[in-house]
């Protein structure tokens, strides 16, 4: 036996963060390729708040669990958890506490050698800071709808929310051609345009804001008349949640429970363009549609090639790393590249290109 599978035994898995599509696929690759390496899998539910409870919440994944049903499920078996900081945990009277040391202690108790967290840029940030404290090997794998994790190509989810986007413009376009409408579709993606710009481009949008680009309303409403005066009977617009608005505030709905989410950004383009143009215009959000259903092909591949290159990094004993795709390629990179770090749409993105190319209007004035 080598001196690594000596020392790493025992792993942990756990999801976190808002869900989406392919987390199963990645949990069922860390499983099989764990497992093909002699490594015992504990998963964790619930993020690190499994770990807060007591009794510890998880279950010993073994692969007869994940089978290729796994591949196809939406969601996550572990659950998850997008408001669980355990350094900032939100306590029934409404204060928060920083209940790290709980978290490490629970991680300690199920004597684990290692953990593997699936999670967007927030969660990989605090499970850094978790691991660096309990000094806990840590290997993290990017996922999100919204494809901001930094140094990774694409995140886990990001496709699928793609797919469900590039569907509702496809159901859209139809109705609002018989009804000479515009219709505004607004998608997720927190502070980040990258959903609204792939499907904006793959559903043949005419408009397509993102909070990266600044917009100037007369140049949206423009291009709307001058697409209405070359014959054509109905536009589309997509609007990433996150957008500011000329006020230059993005907009934002604070929920029952006090949570602070994007809201309202696709009422308020669709409200500026019927004032301006009086065009008859519809609004759709689109919402967690983006998050579940099916994984689509792309996020199954991507999930696997992540999460079994995880368990390799374990096995190898080279921990304190996030795999990340790049340029095609599996590979990794230090977790403190990834941590803390956001990636945002550039001008140089190829998608930024295409859109440039066709010359879909992206509310500005290139
Ligand atoms: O970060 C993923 C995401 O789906 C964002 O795109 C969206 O703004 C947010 O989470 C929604 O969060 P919740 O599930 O708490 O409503």
């Not at 009422?267 to 008859?280: F, H, R």
Request: with cysteine.
């Amino acid at each position: 036996m080598s001196e690594h599978r000596l020392r790493y035994n025992r792993i942990g898995v756990l999801t976190s963060g808002g869900d989406c599509a392919g987390l199963n696929a990645a949990i069922r690759a860390v499983v099989l390729r764990a497992h093909s390496h002699g490594l015992t899998v504990i998963g964790i539910l619930a993020a690190t708040a499994g770990l807060l409870e007591r009794p510890l919440r998880f279950i010993e994944l073994e692969p007869s669990a994940c089978d290729v049903r796994m591949l196809r499920r939406g969601g996550t078996i572990l659950e998850t958890v997008n408001k669980g900081n355990p350094f900032a945990y939100p306590m029934p009277d409404g204060s928060v506490a920083d209940r790290s040391e709980e978290a490490i202690a629970g991680f300690r108790a199920l004597n684990l050698d290692a953990l593997i967290g699936i999670g967007g840029d927030g969660s990989l940030r605090i499970l850094a800071r978790l691991a660096e404290q309990g000094g806990i090997p840590f290997i993290g794998v990017p996922k999100t709808i919204d494809n901001d994790v930094a140094e990774t190509d694409w995140s886990i989810g990001y496709m699928t929310a793609v797919e469900a986007a590039v569907d509702a413009l496809d159901r859209l376009a139809p109705t609002a051609a018989s009804h000479r409408r515009v219709m505004v579709l607004e998608v997720m993606g927190r502070d980040v345009g990258w959903i609204a710009l792939a499907a904006g481009i793959a559903g043949g949008a005419d408009v397509i804001l993102v909070p990266e680009i600044p917009f100037d309303p007369e140049i949206i409403c423009e291009r709307l008349r001058d697409r209405y005066a070359l014959g054509h009977n109905h536009a589309l617009v997509v609007c990433a949640e996150g957008i500011k608005l000329c006020s230059g505030e993005a907009v934002y709905q604070t929920m029952v429970d006090g949570e602070i989410r994007h809201a309202g950004a696709g009422q308020a383009v669709a409200d500026l363009i019927a004032n301006a143009t009086g065009a008859e215009t519809r609004v759709t959000v689109l919402g967690h549609v983006q998050r579940g259903g099916a994984p689509c092909a792309f996020d199954r591949i991507l999930a696997s090639a992540l999460g079994s290159h995880a368990v390799d990094l374990v096995v190898h004993g080279k921990t304190n790393r996030v795999v990340i795709q790049q340029k095609g390629k599996t590979t990794d990179v230090p977790l403190s590249a990834v941590a803390g770090k956001t990636r945002a749409l550039k001008e140089d993105n190829s998608l930024m290109q295409v859109a440039r190319r066709l010359n879909i209007c992206l509310g500005d004035n290139p």
